[in-house]
C-alpha cells in the first residue's frame, strides 16, 4: 500500500518559513544590545560646604575632697582547741573459711560417631540440549 504524502509535505515548508520569519524580528530588535551602551553624562556638583561648629565650653568639674583610708583594727589569731587522740581499733580475726568439697560428675556413656551424609553427584557424560532446534540435512 502507498503512503500518502499530500498534508505532511505541506506542513515542513510552511514551519520552516513561519520559524524564519519570526526570527529575523527578534535579531534586529537585539542587535542593540551587543552594542556598548552611551550612558548619559552627568553635570558635576560643586561640593556642599558644612559650617562650622560654635565651640562649646564645658563648665568646671566640681572638687570634691580626698577622703582619708580607714584603718582596719588587727584582729588576733584564733587558737583552734587540739584533737584528742581516738586510740586504735584492733581488726578482728575472721575465722578460716571451711574448705568445700566438689561432687564427682557420674561419667557418662560414650556417645556413637557420627557418619557425614554424602551428596550425589551427576554423572559427567550429560548431554546439554542446545535451544536451537538441530539442522535437518533432508529438504522438504
Do not use: C, N, Y
Amino acid at each position: 500500500m502507498a503512503h500518502l504524502h499530500g498534508p505532511s509535505s505541506i506542513l515542513l515548508p510552511l514551519l520552516v518559513i513561519t520559524l524564519s520569519l519570526m526570527s529575523g524580528k527578534e535579531i534586529v530588535a537585539s542587535r542593540h544590545l551587543l552594542e556598548e551602551p552611551t550612558l548619559p553624562k552627568v553635570p558635576e556638583l560643586p561640593k556642599p560646604e558644612l559650617p562650622t561648629l560654635p565651640k562649646v565650653e564645658l563648665p568646671p568639674l566640681p572638687h570634691f575632697p580626698t577622703i582619708p583610708e580607714p584603718k582596719l583594727p588587727t584582729l588576733p589569731k584564733p587558737e583552734l582547741p587540739t584533737v584528742p587522740q581516738v586510740p586504735a581499733l584492733e581488726k578482728p580475726e575472721l575465722l578460716p573459711l571451711p574448705k568445700l568439697e566438689t561432687p564427682k560428675l557420674p561419667e557418662l556413656p560414650p556417645l556413637p560417631k557420627l557418619t557425614m551424609p554424602t551428596f550425589p553427584t551427576l554423572p559427567k557424560d550429560i548431554p546439554f540440549p542446545s535451544l536451537s532446534p538441530p539442522h535437518s540435512t533432508t529438504t522438504p
